[in-house]
């Protein structure tokens, strides 16, 4: 396993904090996975984990890895094959209810 590109996250406000590490990690050729470590943010509702271009709302090349498995902790989100993470170089909380971002993390090798 490598680490293709890694980032801190911040909250997106004062409210809307958040912290710990972000990953990109290929595990085998051309298989990666997004992992969280010395993870947490502010619970609220309809959280999801997004990997984006940019760091606001997600926009079109953002792709949704799934729901905010814990607010706190250490886990892993598989990415879909076939995408190119070399374009990904954020990591995002997305709140899809509200559209209210809570945490992102810029992501560089």
């Known amino acids: 396993a490598r680490v293709v590109s890694a980032g801190e996250f911040s909250g997106a406000d004062d409210f809307h904090f958040g912290e710990g590490r972000a ?3 290929e595990v085998a050729p051309d298989e990666y996975i997004l992992r969280f470590e010395a993870f947490s ?3 609220g509702p309809d959280l999801f984990v997004y ?3 940019d760091g606001g709302e ?3 090349d953002a792709v949704k890895l799934g729901a905010l498995k814990a ?3 250490a886990f892993n989100y598989e990415i879909p094959p076939g995408i190119d993470v070399s374009g990904l170089g954020y990591a995002m909380i997305w709140c899809d209810q509200f559209a209210v971002l809570f945490a992102t993390a810029p ?3």
């Open 23 to 25: 990953q990109i990690i």
């Open 41 to 43: 943010v502010r619970n």
């Open 51 to 53: 990997l984006s271009s």
């Open 58 to 60: 997600p926009s079109g």
């Open 71 to 73: 607010t706190d902790g």
């Open 107 to 109: 992501l560089s090798s």
